[in-house]
């Protein structure tokens, strides 16, 4: 019983950090960008300011997880976090959105991600690493649809009952609303991480007092797999940043209202709870680096018919189909990338600090991904961007495909 709450603590906190940051404009970017007055490309620099802080912040924080107890790391990024979500409240001007975006590339990144990885790498303990990482991220998944769900719903409650005819106050009073809503649950979960995760202190490989030190990064940097790894996950990423662009995408692309866009959304997070879990399972048994090759073939798949723009104009259902298809790519690959931790043999003493290293490379879509989205679809109006945003997430697919076969042969060269 006490194992289980740790994990639903896990997963709540997981994802209840990047409420704020990112699920909110996931779900809701076009009435975000309304709301705030803002372009594609200004939203994209406040994005890429985040993901600036965060590169250095992943170093930082790879140490101090090996240091420090994951549930005062955890519990505070998430206070920290929820309390800029009263900023974000009072629809701050480009230039505060930056600040508060960094800020919240520092809580979310230098308080909490290493944290959260050795935790769950620690609660998978030797043979459970791959459904760890998948419960992790597929109830994260989860958890995300149904706040997002609610969300739209209490969205919805707060507009008028002709959702297309409401006036600019109206649709900014019912997104604030949605804000708090956001900001309520994150400040919640800080209490239910001090509560149920043990607040336990790393030990090194002898048994001792983890010290707080470089050691581990250096010996993480010597690692080839870890770099392979790296570039796997920047791949990977690549695809979940695009999935910012499904609300979008389907109210250019059919016309959708703001309420039935977020619903695209939305969908796309519910897709992520069963892909997840699916990729952790079949990563105990078959390996996670040999389902990390198959979601890159699936994302491939989903994203060169929007590439294409063969799906538009033409049913709605054909254009949904080929969202989730990509989704259930882009979440396999989420579900299980940092279950190679494990598969590549990294010291479980020195796993924050390569889950930092192999961060800062793999999360760098943070920095790019944005601006460069915000340019494609500023500069070619309509379908055309869309459609440069998808080809671009599929050359990245590519990529990643060849990395996780290299890092197959690489480790089953290590394994003979």
């Not at 790879?62 to 107890?69: E, H, M, N, Q, V």
């Not at 892909?275 to 105990?284: E, I, Q």
């Not at 279950?339 to 930092?356: H, N, Q």
Request: proline share 5%; glycine share 12%; net charge positive.
């Amino acid at each position: 019983m006490r194992r289980g709450l740790v994990l639903l603590a896990l997963i709540a906190a997981g994802e209840a950090v990047f409420f704020l940051p990112f699920v909110l404009a996931r779900v809701f970017r076009p009435t975000l960008l309304d709301v705030f007055g803002i372009t594609n490309l200004e939203l994209g620099t406040a994005f890429s300011l985040y993901g600036v802080v965060a590169m250095a912040a992943y170093f930082a924080g790879g140490p101090l997880a090996d240091r420090y107890s994951a549930r005062r790391l955890m519990a505070l990024a998430l206070l920290a976090t929820g309390l800029g979500g009263i900023v974000l409240a009072g629809f701050p001007p480009p230039r505060i959105m930056n600040f508060l975006w960094a800020f919240w590339g520092m809580t979310s990144i230098l308080l909490f991600w290493a944290a959260m990885i050795r935790a769950t790498r620690e609660w998978g303990g030797r043979t459970m690493q791959g459904r760890a990482y998948g419960l992790l991220d597929g109830g994260r998944g989860l958890l995300a649809a149904l706040v997002a769900s609610l969300s739209v719903a209490v969205f919805a409650v707060l507009l008028p009952s002709d959702a297309p005819s409401a006036t600019a106050e109206e649709r900014a009073a019912a997104f604030r609303g949605v804000i708090w809503v956001f900001t309520g649950i994150t400040l919640g979960i800080a209490a239910l991480v001090w509560i149920f995760v043990p607040d336990s202190t790393p030990r090194d490989e002898a048994g001792g007092r983890q010290r707080l030190s470089l050691s581990g990064v250096r010996a993480a940097c010597r690692m080839p797999v870890v770099w392979l790894q790296a570039v796997i996950v920047v791949c990977a990423y690549t695809g979940y940043k695009a999935t910012d662009d499904f609300s979008l995408l389907s109210r250019d692309a059919l016309g959708f209202d703001d309420v039935q866009a977020s619903g695209v959304g939305t969908l796309a997070f519910w897709i992520r709870a069963a892909a997840a879990v699916t990729a952790g399972y079949l990563g105990d048994r078959i390996d996670a680096s040999r389902v990390i090759t198959g979601g890159f073939a699936i994302l491939i798949g989903g994203c060169l018919p929007i590439a294409s723009g063969v799906l538009v104009p033409g049913p709605a259902w054909m254009l949904i189909v080929t969202i989730v298809t990509a989704s259930v790519g882009i979440y396999a690959l989420r579900g299980v990338y940092f279950a190679l931790l494990a598969e590549g043999a990294v010291p479980l003493a020195y796993t924050g600090s390569a889950a930092g290293v192999v961060s800062v490379l793999g999360f760098t879509p943070d920095v790019f991904m944005g601006p460069l989205m915000g340019v494609l679809l500023d500069n070619s109006p309509g379908l055309p961007g869309h459609q440069h945003v998808f080809a671009a997430v599929a050359v990245f697919g590519a990529i990643g495909l060849l990395a996780s076969l290299a890092f197959r042969r690489l480790t089953r060269t290590a394994a003979d």
